[in-house]
């Protein structure tokens, strides 16, 4: 299994352009979840996807961020337009059926926005 | 507002001694109990969960669950350098909410 799959890895652009940060959850696995990971603040749960349904987006910040998860396979969580305090480490991470069920995490993506 | 409470450290432990981190947690309804492991510039990984009241051992780790007291420990023995990391708690309250709230991690250093 090759685990959850976030990409690009690191991500540095300047502010007001649009960003989007990709994930592939583990296959079979039906709940996604991104977070986002800052010294001040540690993880903080953005949204969450049951069978590709957005059910949770009461922890993304503001509208500048929005998730799409168009197939099992697939979600973008994308801000327009990027700021300096969305300089943050962002995680993917899916689940199998329960909830509760231990998360696996992606590698993340270093995103930083001068 | 649900919070999950760690001692951010760091927390300094001889190698071969116990390491003893601690974690409260502010929902009374909460369910489920997870101890990440991370270093640093990587992601989360798994360490232990533990679901009911008491103790549960894995090997060197060690997890315990205080339910009244709403308190999840984490010990780990005969500490290695390898070990030297931060360490998540992590909750899930249930009710309908299915996302896992994060302490903000205990900084472990386990000194040669």
């Known amino acids: 299994d090759a685990g959850v799959i976030q990409s690009p890895r690191h991500e540095v652009t300047e502010m007001g352009q649009e960003v989007t940060l990709r994930c592939k959850p583990i296959?079979?696995?039906?709940?996604l979840f991104w977070y986002r990971q800052t010294m001040m603040r540690g993880l903080e749960l953005l949204i969450y996807f049951n069978n590709n349904v957005p059910i949770d987006d009461s922890g993304m910040p503001e509208d500048r961020f929005s998730a799409k998860m168009p197939n099992a396979s697939f979600s973008t969580l994308k801000i327009q337009p990027s700021e300096p305090r969305d300089s943050a480490v962002y995680f993917c991470?899916?689940?199998?059926?329960?909830?509760?069920?231990?998360?696996?995490f992606g590698n993340g993506t270093r995103l930083t926005v001068t | 507002q649900k919070e999950v409470e760690q001692n951010s450290g760091p927390l300094s432990v001889p190698e071969g001694a116990i390491a003893s981190l601690n974690c409260t947690y502010s929902?009374?309804?909460?369910?489920?109990f997870f101890w990440y492991r991370q270093y640093s510039g990587k992601s989360p990984e798994l360490i232990m969960f533990?679901?009911?009241?008491g103790d549960k051992e894995d090997g060197r780790f060690t997890a315990q669950l205080n339910k009244a007291s709403q308190y999840v420990s984490l010990l780990i023995r005969d500490s290695q350098p390898s070990d030297s990391a931060t360490y998540l708690c992590a909750v899930h309250s249930g009710g309908g909410a299915d996302g896992l709230t994060f302490g903000k991690g205990t900084h472990l250093i386990i000194q040669p």
């Open positions: 533990i679901y009911s009241n």
């Open positions: 929902d009374r309804g909460s369910q489920s």
């Open positions: 296959s079979g696995h039906d709940y």
């Open positions: 991470a899916s689940s199998f059926r329960e909830a509760r069920s231990p998360l696996h």
